[in-house]
């Protein structure tokens, strides 16, 4: 970090706390807007607007300008009325409105001149009238519309879907995640990464989202992904959720540290109403269907058990003033896979009972048992200022949930956990009329270690090391190379925001402070990792190290092959991690990854006239990446700094750039064409920068020569670099000395954090009362895309293999180099519509086709290499891995006869891209992909069987007692059993280094029963 950049910085934000500030100001709050005319559609100044939050008795009062406009800022969510009130005029009052996250209601309100003097003089006596003659006298002169009915938003310009609590509780929701309802968004999908299933948004990598609960961010700082990652099973309960809201594209400044979506959730607050609920939901195995294999069979069903409880609670401390809510919920879940005892060969398992490890085709046991806790306070401290504080704590563990792979043993399995819980607060503050504050803090922090719960090898203390080969069959045995993991993160948060209303600007001021610290030891490969052939080169191995297999295809128990020819297995790969200069490999492996982000942002939306609006902003970010372990001149490859070999210049410096200049322009605007409120054109353009996740960081300060290293060995390299270890041995590192040739991890010099430019197109129009159709139109054009390269690459005369040590021989083994050099480019399009059929039936969908290109795809795995050939990565240009052609999505909400509700949704998408040779079969490794001739076949030119496509119904009946409802549900997921294959992200998984890997059948039709209560 540079200290006096970022002092200075720190200052300005002090500086801006005398002016409270804030970031994201529409983060958790909506607006009231409109205009208060007469008659003649005069606008009508000094009137006095009441805006009365109608659970909470929570009230705004402002007083129209001179051309009669208002605004109501930071408006806590919920029903609100509004009452305009001018001595000479009848009272105008507006009933019906609903102010949810982000949300601009516009209204325009018409006074009437009083002519009879009576009334007059009613209303000049209304200050000094009691309470119930109060009542009687604005009752006489009050004009009252009850239902508003805004159709299309005009003054919305980024493209956005909100789904409020109706929805969020209505709608069926496999899993009860707050996350699976982003797919009801345009340009939302899941897509399946390395690492388990991503939620990409415009065909963004999923580590470039932003998500926030409550407007507080909700991002693991080191994996880049949601807090708890994509196994906990849910974070919130669902009926404490009271909105969920996407922002695909055109956010303005205030939104930032995403280049991709914004996902925001708000959870629910105390009214002055004392109201709960309780619910029960179940499901096994018995009420679901059986899973489509691959080859078109049924899949024999699989043990399934779990049960889901909790409970809400909200009310008043004090009337109007203080609220309280709370909510838990807990989950338990148990089920059995891979009962198939035929998926390993015998010989297999009887090799591995041997060695200790009996049962490995025996059926798995997994779980999923977690729960979610939330404590809420509101406080009216008075007309000018609104408190609120939030706890939270979440916990998920999934006994082998690491791997869910047919045809590997049932040591190839681990446990996962997370932990996280935090406390949140954020005062508003009205300065003046036209000066309000918001002020946002948190505190949080995630455990997420990762265990092995495997047996050991028999007659030690130490598993099985990771090991994989038969190409045909995938089989994989041992503890994952990346287990243990012991792994923690904090986060301290604080943003600050002044709004200012100036005429016809809404201007908004920000600034933000963001610190993180991740602790981890991850001691990957230290038990070793083994990759065969095949399983009869294992088996040999394993009897006699010293077998080898020839080129001339003959074998040899004495470890040489005949002259002429060269050994070329079984072992193809052994990696194992050990420390460096006296350090263990725990301690090589233990690193604290510091991190501050700052932001501060302007931005205008300027009314140029009713029906035209300009939103104008810049936001600038910085993320200050620490340190690296060891000093620049310490470091291992420090005399190859600066330095020029094979005309390529050393490409790092020895340092992690800090980013410190994202700056981003934003631009939308919205026209209302007729001027009745009844369409609007948005058009949006912005620049988006991206954070850097931690993971990404890892290697380069640890693997780096001088820490940890990676002993790399092979029966192919066995004349240069010695034999690998008799299985299931390790290599003693107590006599290794320096390190010889290590892999290195270095980032480069110019390295930039990534970023897209956004333009988007919407025309939106209201055709039939209570229905509006969309069609949108989106590109995003990426630049400085992470990527991944060797550039000690033998193709490119590995330059920096030789030049260490006393005599020069020493040198680097792979130069693993994290560059910003990939590009991408998105286009889609978008038909939807949203029709209120009637107040008792509520749909909504749409279609988007879309093209996603890349260079490179991967979101932040540093052991591979995904390209064909370091001297041709512009033949990477191909379709993105996440490039799903067709999607869609539809949902009903329908209150039927009888008291019956029928809830259903639909979503759809089109199968991933994977690469395929010149001849359309697929590939083991990106090298397969270079043709005979010197060609490179395009990546990603086939497609996956995983295209997805699911219909969910929930049919529930209401019985009502007094001041109490209980509700019975039947929720069907994947109602015509679609098969839904999990396709890992490579077709062969034998050289796989992802964190978690799924495949084979996907979850069939499931049946879940539930109870709930409200009162």
């Keep these: ?38 008659k003649d559609g005069q606008p009508i100044p000094r009137v006095a607007v009441d805006m009365v939050n109608k659970a909470t008795n929570y009230t705004k009062t402002v007083k129209t300008d001179k051309q009669g406009r208002f605004r109501g800022l930071l408006l806590p969510l919920g029903p609100y009325r509004i009452l305009a009130n001018k001595e000479g005029f009848f009272f105008a009052q507006q009933d019906g409105l609903q102010v949810t996250v982000g949300k601009t209601v516009s209204v325009e309100l018409v006074l009437k001149e009083i002519t009879d003097q009576k009334l007059v003089d009613l209303q000049k006596n209304l200050e000094n009238a009691g309470e119930e003659q109060r009542a009687e006298i604005m009752e006489s002169i009050t004009v009252s519309v009850e239902n508003f009915d805004q159709v299309v938003e005009t003054a919305r310009v980024e493209s956005s879907v909100s789904l409020g609590e109706e929805e969020v509780q209505g709608l069926p929701n496999n899993g009860r995640n707050f996350l699976d309802f982003t797919l009801l968004t345009p340009g939302a999908t899941i897509a399946q990464g390395p690492d388990g299933d991503v939620i990409s948004i415009n065909g963004q990598k999923g580590i470039n989202n932003n998500i926030s609960v409550d407007g507080a961010d909700f991002n693991n700082p080191f994996f880049g992904e949601q807090r708890g990652g994509q196994r ?39 009214t002055n109403k004392i109201s709960g609920s309780t619910h029960t939901y179940y499901r096994e195995d018995s009420l679901n269907a059986r899973a489509e294999n691959p080859d078109g069979t049924r899949a024999d069903k699989f043990p399934f058990d779990q049960s889901q409880i909790g409970f809400t609670l909200g009310g008043p401390f004090i009337k109007d003033k203080l609220f309280y809510f709370v909510s838990f919920d807990l989950q338990s879940s148990e ?61 998920s563990e999934q006994v082998n949930g690491t791997f869910d792979v047919d045809s590997w043993g049932r040591s190839a399995n681990a446990i996962e956990t997370a932990d996280s819980w935090s406390i949140s607060g954020q005062l508003n503050t009205a300065i003046s009329d036209n000066m309000i504050n918001e002020l946002r803090f948190q505190y949080a922090r995630e455990d997420r270690p990762r265990a092995y719960n495997g047996p050991n090898i028999a007659g030690s203390d130490r598993p099985l090391p990771d090991t994989a080969f038969d190409f045909g069959r995938s089989y994989r045995f041992g503890m994952p190379f990346f287990i243990p993991v012991d792994y923690y993160d904090t986060r301290v948060q604080m943003n600050n925001n002044l709004s200012i209303i100036s005429g016809n600007h809404l201007i908004k001021i920000g600034a933000e402070l963001n610190v993180t610290e991740a602790f981890q030891t991850f001691v990957g490969f230290a038990n070793g990792r083994w990759i065969f052939n095949s399983t009869d080169g294992f088996l040999n191995y394993a009897q006699n190290p010293n077998y080898v297999e020839c080129s001339d295809g ?24 050990a420390g460096v200069g006296g350090l263990s490999v725990e301690e090589a492996g233990t690193q604290t990854i510091d991190t501050t982000e700052l932001a501060f942002f302007i931005q205008d939306k300027w009314d140029i006239t009713p029906t035209l ?38 490409p790092s410096d020895g340092t992690i750039p800090s980013d410190e200049s994202m700056w981003q322009p934003r631009f939308g605007l919205t026209w209302d064409p007729g001027g009745l409120g009844e369409s609007v054109v948005r058009l949006s353009a912005g620049v988006y920068y991206a954070r850097i996740p931690g993971l990404a960081l890892a290697g380069t300060r640890s693997t780096n020569g001088s820490r940890g290293q990676s002993i790399f060995r092979s029966s192919e390299l066995t004349p240069i670099l010695g034999p690998p270890p008799a299985y299931p041995d390790l290599i003693p590192t107590d006599t290794l000395g320096d390190p010889f040739r290590p892999d290195v991890t270095v980032y480069d010099k110019n390295f930039r954090n990534p970023r897209s430019f956004q333009v988007s197109a919407t025309y939106e129009r209201q055709i039939l009362p209570k229905t509006s159709v969309y ?125 019956f509700n029928l809830n259903v949704r639909f979503n759809y998408r089109s199968a991933q891209p994977k690469s395929i040779t010149a001849n359309g079969e697929d590939i083991n490794t990106p090298q397969d992909r270079i043709n005979p001739d010197g060609s490179i076949t395009p990546r990603n030119l086939g497609r996956k069987d995983n295209q997805f496509r699911t219909i969910d119904v929930r049919l529930s009946r209401n019985f009502v007692f007094s001041g109490f409802t209980l509700e019975g549900v039947v929720e069907i997921f994947n109602l015509t059993n679609a098969k839904n294959l999990l396709a890992p992200q490579v077709t062969n998984l034998i050289f796989n280094f992802d964190g978690t890997v799924q495949s084979g059948t996907g979850t069939p039709r499931q049946v879940q029963l539930g109870i709930k209560s409200r009162w």
Excluded at 14 to 36: D, F, K, M, N
Excluded at 563 to 570: A, K, L, Q, V, Y
Excluded at 626 to 645: K, L
Aim: aromatic share 12%.
């Design 1 to 38: 970090m540079k200290i006096g950049f970022a002092s200075v910085l720190i200052g300005c934000m002090l500086a801006l706390a005398v002016l409270p500030l804030a970031a994201q100001s529409q983060a958790t709050t909506g607006i009231i807007e409109g205009r208060v005319v007469d």
């Design 232 to 270: 906990a099973a849910f974070t919130f309960n669902l009926d404490a959720v009271q909105e969920v809201v996407v922002v695909g594209d055109g956010a303005p400044a205030e939104f930032g540290r995403s280049s991709a979506g914004f996902v925001n959730v708000i959870t629910k607050s105390g």
């Design 335 to 395: 089920s059995t896979k891979q009962t198939d005892p035929n998926r390993i060969e015998e010989r297999l398992v009887n090799f591995f009972r041997d060695l200790g490890y009996p049962d490995e085709n025996g059926s798995i046991d997994r779980s999923n048992d977690a729960h979610a806790f939330l404590f809420k306070l509101d406080w009216n401290i008075d007309f000018n200022n609104l408190l609120t504080l939030r706890f939270t704590d979440t916990s």
């Design 554 to 577: 003959s074998t040899s128990f004495s470890g040489g092959c005949p002259e002429g020819t060269s050994i070329t297995g079984p072992v193809l790969f052994y990696l194992q991690q």
């Design 613 to 650: 609006s300009v939103n104008l902003g810049l936001r600038w970010e910085a993320q200050m990446q620490p340190d690296p372990i060891t000093p620049t001149d310490e470091v291992f490859y420090r005399d190859f700094i600066g330095t020029t070999r094979n005309g390529m210049e050393f």
């Design 775 to 899: 069609v949108k139109a989106t590109t995003i054009k990426g630049k400085n895309q992470t990527r991944f390269l060797n550039l000690n690459d033998a193709a490119l005369g590995s330059p920096w293999s030789t030049g260490l040590g006393a005599d020069g021989s020493n040198g680097i083994g792979n130069l693993t180099v994290v560059e910003s050099g990939g590009e991408s480019y998105y286009e889609s399009y978008t038909l939807g519509f949203n029709r209120l059929f009637s107040d008792k039936l509520l749909v909504q969908g749409h279609y988007t086709y879309a093209k996603d290109k890349s260079h490179d795809d991967n979101e932040r795995d540093p052991f591979t290499f995904r390209y064909a050939t370091i001297t041709d990565l512009e033949a990477e240009w191909g379709y993105s891995d996440r490039d799903q052609r067709h999607r869609a999505s539809t949902w009903a909400l329908w209150q039927a006869p009888y008291g």
